[in-house]
């Protein structure tokens, strides 16, 4: 009997087993994704050494060591793989790092994942025991004033204000400084800009990164002082809630048009005029200037605010940005310098140029004449112009502090006018606010373009920021956009629907009383038959 049943185990046909939760990955595969969509940038070895690494500030990962920023983990440990996909689905804010969901498949992603982790011996170290950190739920009243006092508290106490400035745009006494493990220099992240956070921007995003750290970084873990009692978990929770309030509540909005009302006073020169907090601001994002030689690729000022007003003579223009130094700034020609050997400027290799104190430069730029019509929007080249199309341009520099007007032919010549413009700036923890003014009417309307109301009027920035390194071709760039005067709203606007709607019930009433009137004659008539 026994002998019986054995037979039939041995010849019964195997049990399947159930499918795996877990898609298979295959790291095959993967190479061949790398190879194509990653190797140009972290290298064919994974070493963070592409090609396009040398033009990248911060510089790819580097797979070979297995030290990763972004993490659900302890500081010191491994990603979890869900932290990977996470990275590769989303990408990397504020880096080179693109997102590659919607790009690449689901098993490509995995697969690619995989492969990224063969670089390293660390990922197949079974004695390694990844977990992800348990994290608290976020407490309420996260925006009340209390709340945001005491994250404001220890954001002071625990540090945070010796990298990120006493304001939180980057710019503490230790940020000329700093640079991560590979010695590659590197910007204390700039927390007005949660849009460009590495690993995400949300109040729990941040308290993830303050609880894991930023392995590599000098961005440490805060784990350690909720084990040591210095602070306790909701006291962290509400220095990240201190920090997401320094950051507008939505991600700004890219709009192609600037509109400037038009005010019943003089137009305010101060940039720091009470008027502008009753004026719309639109961020304009800014990229490097990668066209002509020398380029760049990594541009310290990523977007600027822009306001606008006028009063039906004059325009007012305000332009803020963020900028960790009023340059020149000695205490920074080393980082300056750190940075020029870091970030190649072109593919020709010549030697790193000389740090020096460069002053902070911005450019608003024009067409020399507004197109005859709406449908001919026929602009200049967009990168300074053309010798045989030259555009209109207000320049501002911090060293010596003043502002011009005059004509680019190019990267290479400006020509600058007698015509007027004003300006004034200040700067403020980590700040620029810069206030242009020019009348709307000019008497060189061959050059200088004629600021017409109800018309779409091209405008692009362009800024420098010098302690970078920043200086001629080497600069933030933006495409054209569109600058609108409004007319004011003319009282008949207003008026000719009120009388509509008065002469209407007006005419209703008569109507209905004729009505009525008629009715009540029938009625009369009626009794007397």
């Known amino acids: 009997m026994i002998d019986a049943l054995l037979a039939l185990v041995l010849v019964a046909p195997p049990v399947p087993r159930p499918p795996s939760l877990v898609p298979l990955q295959d790291t095959t595969h993967g190479k061949v994704v790398y190879a194509k969509w990653c190797a140009g940038c972290h290298g064919d070895g994974g070493a963070g050494d592409g090609p396009a690494a040398a033009h990248m500030l911060p510089r790819p990962r580097n797979f070979t060591g297995a030290v990763y920023k972004i993490r659900t ?56 025991h990844v977990a992800a950190l348990k994290f608290s739920s976020e407490p309420s009243g996260g925006t009340g004033a209390n709340a945001l006092k005491t994250g404001r508290q220890f954001y002071d106490s625990i540090g945070c204000r ?63 002082l909720i084990d040591q009692k210095f602070l306790t978990d909701e006291q962290l929770w509400r220095l990240a809630q201190y920090v997401r309030s320094l950051s507008p509540p939505e991600p700004p909005e890219v709009q192609d048009v600037i509109h400037a009302p038009q005010i019943a006073g003089p137009v305010p020169a101060s940039p720091d005029d009470s008027v502008w907090g009753r004026v719309g601001r639109y961020w304009f994002p800014l990229v490097g200037q990668v066209i002509r030689k020398s380029r760049w690729f990594a541009p310290a000022v990523s977007g600027v605010w822009v306001q606008a007003l006028h009063d039906g003579r004059t325009l007012a223009l305000r332009v803020s940005w963020d900028d960790r130094t009023q340059s020149p700034d000695s205490a920074w020609l080393g980082f300056e310098q750190r940075v020029l050997e870091t970030v190649a400027g072109d593919d020709s290799g010549p030697p790193p140029p000389k740090a020096q104190p460069w002053p902070d430069q911005l ?56 015509g007027v413009v004003a300006g004034q700036a200040r700067f403020d923890h980590g700040e620029w606010r810069l206030v242009f003014t020019r009348a709307l009417a000019t008497p060189d309307t061959a050059n200088e373009v004629q600021l017409e109301a109800g018309r779409a009027i091209p405008v692009a920035f362009f800024a420098w920021d010098g302690s970078s390194g920043e200086h001629g071709s080497r600069m933030a760039v933006s495409t054209w956009y569109f600058l609108a005067l409004d007319r004011p709203t003319p009282p008949g606007v207003f008026i000719s629907p009120v009388l509509a709607m008065l002469v209407t019930l007006g005419l209703g009433l008569v109507v209905v009383r004729r009505a009525q009137g008629g009715r009540r004659g029938t009625v009369r008539a009626g009794r007397q038959r």
């Open 73 to 128: 983990t302890a500081s010191g440990q491994l990603p979890t793989d869900a932290d990977l996909m996470r990275a590769i689905d989303d990408g990397l804010p504020g880096s080179a790092m693109p997102a590659w969901k919607g790009r690449l498949s689901d098993a490509e992603r995995r697969d690619v994942a995989a492969y990224i982790k063969t670089f390293s011996a660390f990922f197949a170290d079974t004695s390694q």
């Open 162 to 224: 010796k990298c990120h400035g006493d304001q939180g745009r980057g710019d503490g006494p230790s940020a000329p400084t700093l640079k991560d493990d590979a010695g590659f220099p590197i910007f204390a992240a700039d927390l007005h800009q949660s849009w460009r956070f590495r690993g995400g921007g949300s109040t729990g995003d941040i308290y993830h990164r303050l609880r894991t750290g930023l392995d590599g970084t000098p961005m440490p873990s805060f784990s350690d």
């Open 363 to 418: 450019a608003v730029q024009f067409p020399r004449h507004l197109p005859e019509s709406p449908a001919a929007m026929e602009r200049p080249y967009f990168l300074m112009g053309s010798e045989t199309d030259p555009v209109y341009q207000w320049r501002w520099t911090s060293t010596p502090r003043r502002s011009v007007a005059g004509l680019a032919r190019g990267i290479e010549r400006f020509d600058t006018l007698p």
